[in-house]
């Protein structure tokens, strides 16, 4: 199929991109001491020089303690990771990119032996449901985060880039205080259903709307999976999806990033029409929507982690959900660590590299 489709230009909250193809953002944990440099900038700049629309970094740290689980990761505060920061962004837009930083916590998940010097923090002191690992947070804790998440924003902007995107998926912080089985509390910040456990999100992304402005878009991902729980569900129905993610967009969310872990698959199998997660999300919410999982590669994303290469697979099925704006934005991850070039030559029919698991030990 013609690749059309993917290279229209698309607008929302007054930035334009030349294409729908996002990067995707995939820890490297390759900053030492956390702060990103000319290894981070060229990395980045490269992904921009192979024409994709909109690169979105890999998580970033807020400044809270212990808000990562990996050393290497790169902060979003501080004078000298900022100023690295801002030399990624002059490479992306020397090179014509559009970028945006994923500032994240990542709660109390386990990422393995290296641990943080500070206790880890959670709703609950939970890990998973009935893991107990570190403290639960205060509520003089969670409006510190609430702070941290919007200076974070508001340094984003102030460096230079273009949007900003909270994780809130995939087990971490935020999605810690969504998950039932992680959140226990019986305050404000806890209840029986998803809209009332969605609140930590909703002042978190007030607070970050508050310090943006208006005009800057402001991006989040969610997901339904846990790294912790592959089948975990925050919405078996339309209208729990609803209950969890308008208020969110209410608040001041411009794009939805829905990570499903193969983007092909329904959401809900039973229920015409049959979309994907983001899909639904659009259909439900009216927001943009950026999609994602395992694109262009024939296997699951989770199978890199165990050393697993994957081969390049056709993207007619990609191709016929964006020509029927099924959702907006497609993001790109692995196929991307293996050919910066793969945007461009998608665009122009030349064949693409499949993802060799071997550089997930290389910034290039």
Same mark, same amino acid.
């Given at each position: ?8 230009? /698309? ?40 024409? &994709? ?49 994923? &500032? ?22 939970? &890990? ?35 949007? &900003? ?50 005009? /800057? ?59 994907? /997660? ?76 499949? /993802? ?9």
């Amino acid at each position: 199929m013609s690749p059309n489709a993917l290279f229209q230009p /698309f607008t929302f909250k007054g930035l334009t991109l030349p294409n729908r193809i996002v990067m995707a953002p995939m820890t490297r944990g390759m900053a030492p001491e956390g702060i990103p440099g000319a290894g981070q900038a060229a990395y980045y700049r490269k992904r921009a020089e192979g024409e &994709v629309g909109l690169i979105l970094t890999e998580g970033t740290v807020i400044d809270r303690p212990a808000s990562r689980n990996l050393p290497g990761i790169p902060f979003f505060h501080g004078d000298a990771a900022l100023s690295g920061w801002a030399g990624v962004v002059q490479a992306v837009h020397e090179a014509g990119g559009k970028i945006g930083p994923q &500032v994240w916590h990542t709660g109390s998940t386990r990422a393995g032996e290296w641990a943080p010097d500070a206790p880890v923090e959670s709703p609950s002191a939970l &890990v998973g449901p009935g893991d107990p690992r570190g403290v639960a947070m205060t509520e003089e804790d969670i409006a510190d985060a609430v702070a941290a998440f919007a200076k974070a924003a508001a340094d984003a902007k102030a460096t230079g880039f273009d949007v &900003v995107e909270l994780h809130g998926a995939h087990g971490y912080l935020i999605d810690q205080f969504f998950w039932g089985g992680t959140n226990l509390r019986e305050d404000a910040f806890g209840g029986a259903t998803i809209r009332e456990r969605s609140r930590f999100a909703a002042e978190a992304v007030r607070a970050v709307r508050a310090a943006v402005g208006p005009d /800057f878009p402001v991006i989040l991902r969610v997901s339904q999976w846990k790294q912790q729980d592959y089948a975990a569900r925050l919405a078996s129905t339309p209208q729990e999806m609803t209950d969890w993610l308008l208020p969110l967009v209410e608040a001041g969310v411009d794009v939805l990033h829905c990570s499903q872990r193969r983007f092909w698959e329904p959401e809900f199998a039973d229920l015409d029409p049959v979309l994907n /997660f983001a899909g639904w999300a659009k259909k439900l919410t009216g927001a943009t929507t950026i999609s994602v999982g395992s694109v262009g590669l024939n296997s699951d994303f989770m199978t890199a982690f165990g050393g697993e290469s994957s081969a390049h697979s056709p993207l007619d099925d990609l191709i016929a959900r964006m020509e029927r704006e099924e959702f907006d934005l497609i993001a790109v991850g692995r196929a991307l660590i293996s050919d910066p070039l793969w945007a461009r030559k998608v665009r122009l029919g030349q064949p693409v590299e499949g /993802f060799d698991a071997a550089h997930l030990a290389e910034l290039n």
